[in-house]
């Protein structure tokens, strides 16, 4: 195998290898920015209709379905809603209050929404056995861990990054590593030559008998 061949084998492992973890990666970012922008559009709908029917929690949760929301989601675009009425030119004062109550009861009702199962039924089963007068005392703790995973999930992100990047410079490495042992040879292979060339000219001849 020549040296240009190998090289090309290096770089057509490095485009597999990319390609194969972009087909796996690609999907997960945009069902996250699609789903972003179905909660945006569902807090804006609940803004422009806080003007002519303010909803109540079954109806928003009803519309919510429409966009493929959950109570998290709900939770996120209230809080979002509640900084845009506040940051708004005109600020409502019931507007504000009504976001900042819905957020609020999303929080208290589904305080465990958006960590792991297994931590959640956990957490639920505390929850239980405390009662409904004493359930306050965890959401500290769910917030706490809330926090947890969100910085998890994204030294998860950031590090499957540094991953590939590690490995592309790796295989950069291992190519330079062949042509640091492959090329003083083929750079050696001339010289040979030429050395026993020279050899040839210099031998000296026989000299005849008399």
């Known amino acids: 195998m020549s040296w240009n061949e190998f090289m090309a084998l290096v770089l057509l492992i490095e485009i597999m290898v990319v390609i194969g973890m972009l ?11 699609i789903k972003a922008k179905r909660r945006n559009r569902f807090g804006k709908e609940v803004s422009r209709l806080f003007e002519k029917n303010k909803l109540n929690r079954i109806q928003i949760e009803v519309l919510a379905k429409e966009y493929f929301l959950n109570s998290k989601d709900i939770q996120l675009a209230a809080r979002r809603e509640f900084k845009e009425s506040l940051s708004a030119d005109d600020p409502t004062k019931e507007k504000t209050d009504y976001f900042q109550e819905l957020y609020q009861d999303y929080e208290r009702d589904e305080p465990f929404e958006g960590l792991p199962s297994d931590v959640r039924l956990h957490l639920e089963r505390v929850r239980e056995s405390l009662g409904k007068d004493k359930d306050h005392m965890l959401q500290p703790l769910a917030s706490q861990l809330q ?9 998860h992100k950031k590090m499957w990054w540094v991953s590939v990047a590690s490995l592309m410079i790796g295989v950069a490495s291992l190519a330079f590593a062949a042509y640091a042992y492959y090329k003083p040879s083929a750079n050696q292979s001339p010289i040979s030559v030429e050395n026993s060339e020279h050899n040839k000219q210099i031998q000296p001849t026989a000299k005849s008998g008399g």
């Not at 087909?23 to 920015?33: F, K, R």
């Not at 926090?147 to 030294?155: F, G, M, T």
Request: hydrophobic share 45%.
């Open 23 to 33: 087909i796996w990666a690609i999907p997960t970012i945009i069902d996250g920015i």
């Open 147 to 155: 926090d947890l995973n969100d910085e998890n999930v994204r030294k």
